[in-house]
């Protein structure tokens, strides 16, 4: 498990044409402790995709610096995408199989899709699998390197909440067995407070940090609705301006 320190004093877009400069990122200074699963939470389009692709060396037309395990250069890093990116022309597990090292251990991959339940699928082609399906591939494809750092890009989003709810808890149950430092982006507040050891919250773009906030509820009680819209409503209550951040 990895300590995480990012520090962008700019990420801005050049003019293009008739359209001004845009300041996506300004200021932003974060640490990750070793295991920590932490939240982002921002409106729409305030710079979260950004930060992640600067994180994963992605974007590298930034001012700052990226630390991954005092590391500033080669770590690994697990990446989930919004789009599960699968090749089509290759079957679930190939799909995996392809983010790691060759003559790799098959026992790691067994184990995920065990967890996951997807062991009677790796033998098939993304276009026989559900969209909640896919996004689980692509959760074990980010396992599978173990990496120092997981990057997890609103990766339910377009979901059902049924099949949201059973990924959440595949996840977790992932993560409890294989702890890594995570960093996860979504607008979906009750999603943060059922994920998160701790939330920031994030304004618009220039993308700064607004404020972080723990999350003291325990881990075996965040799928009861009540607790998790108990603890939502405390949050609003205390701090009103997340309301604009939503």
Not at 106 to 119: E, F, P, Y
Not at 157 to 162: E, M, Q, R
């Amino acid at each position: 498990m990895t300590t995480v320190d990012i520090n962008i004093i700019s990420k801005i877009y050049p003019q293009k044409e008739r359209a001004q400069a845009h300041a996506a990122i300004a200021d932003f200074k974060l640490s990750l402790n070793p295991g920590e699963f932490v939240c982002l939470v921002g409106p729409s389009g305030c710079g979260k995709t950004t930060l992640l692709n600067i994180i994963v060396g992605l974007d590298t037309d930034y001012q700052g610096s990226i630390g991954v395990g005092g590391q500033h250069s080669h770590p690994r890093i697990g990446y989930v995408f919004q789009n599960p990116r699968l090749l089509p022309w290759r079957t679930v597990r190939e799909n995996i199989e392809l983010a790691l090292p060759p003559a790799s251990s098959t026992d790691q991959i067994d184990a995920l899709l065990d967890v996951m339940q997807l062991s009677q699928m790796q033998h098939v082609y993304p276009e026989r699998l559900s969209l909640g399906m896919s996004r689980r591939v692509a959760i074990i494809r980010a396992f599978a390197i173990n990496p120092e750092l997981l990057l997890m890009d609103e990766p339910f989003v377009s979901l059902d909440a049924p099949t949201a709810r059973q990924i959440r808890e595949l996840l977790v149950k992932l993560w409890q067995q294989r702890p890594h430092t995570v960093l996860f982006v979504t607008h979906d507040l009750r999603e943060a407070i059922r994920l998160a050891d701790r939330m920031v919250f994030l304004s618009s773009a220039p993308m700064q940090i607004v404020s972080h906030i723990p999350v003291d509820i325990a881990r075996n009680q965040r799928e009861d609705e009540a607790n998790i819209e108990s603890f939502r409503q405390r949050l609003l209550n205390d701090y009103p301006a997340i309301k604009t951040l939503l």
